[in-house]
C-alpha cells in the first residue's frame, strides 16, 4: 500500500558528506512523520531524525549540529542532508514513514530497504 524508495547512501572519508532521500508512493490519505533510522552491526535500531506533519523535527543527540532532516510534502519526499560524518555513523539508515492508506485509514509504520552508508579513510 505505501512503497518507500531509498537512495543516497554510499562511502565516504570523515569529515565528508552525504545526503539521502526517501520517496513514499502509494495509495496514502496522511502522513504522521517521516524519519530516519540506523542500525549498526551488532546494535539495535536507532531514530536518528524525525520530522513530523506539522514540521517539528526532532534528532539524536549524536547526530544534533551535523546531520539536518527536510521534507517536499507535495513530493512525499524526506531528506537527511549528513555532513561532518564519522566513522561511528557507519550503519545501514532505514527510511520510516508512519501514514495512514485510503483502504484502512489506519495508520501504520512502513519502512524502507535501506541503504549503507560507510564512513572510512
Known amino acids: 500500500q505505501v512503497q518507500l524508495v531509498e537512495s543516497g547512501g554510499g562511502l565516504v572519508q570523515p569529515g565528508g558528506s552525504l545526503r539521502l532521500s526517501c520517496a513514499a508512493s502509494?495509495?496514502?490519505?496522511?502522513?504522521?512523520?517521516m524519519g530516519w533510522y540506523r542500525q549498526a552491526p551488532g546494535k539495535q535500531r536507532e531514530s536518528v531524525a524525525v520530522?513530523?506533519?506539522?514540521?517539528?523535527?526532532n534528532y539524536a543527540d549524536s547526530v544534533k549540529g551535523r546531520f539536518t532532516i527536510s521534507r517536499e510534502t507535495a513530493k512525499n519526499t524526506v531528506y537527511l542532508q549528513m555532513n561532518s560524518l564519522k566513522p561511528e555513523d557507519t550503519a545501514v539508515y532505514y527510511c520510516?514513514?508512519?501514514?495512514?492508506?485510503?483502504?484502512?485509514?489506519?495508520?501504520?509504520?512502513?519502512w524502507g530497504q535501506g541503504t549503507q552508508v560507510t564512513i572510512s579513510s
Open positions: 502509494g495509495s496514502i490519505f496522511s502522513i504522521s512523520a
Open positions: 520510516n514513514v508512519r501514514a495512514s492508506t485510503y483502504s484502512t485509514l489506519a495508520t501504520n509504520d512502513y
Open positions: 520530522i513530523t506533519r506539522g514540521g517539528t523535527t
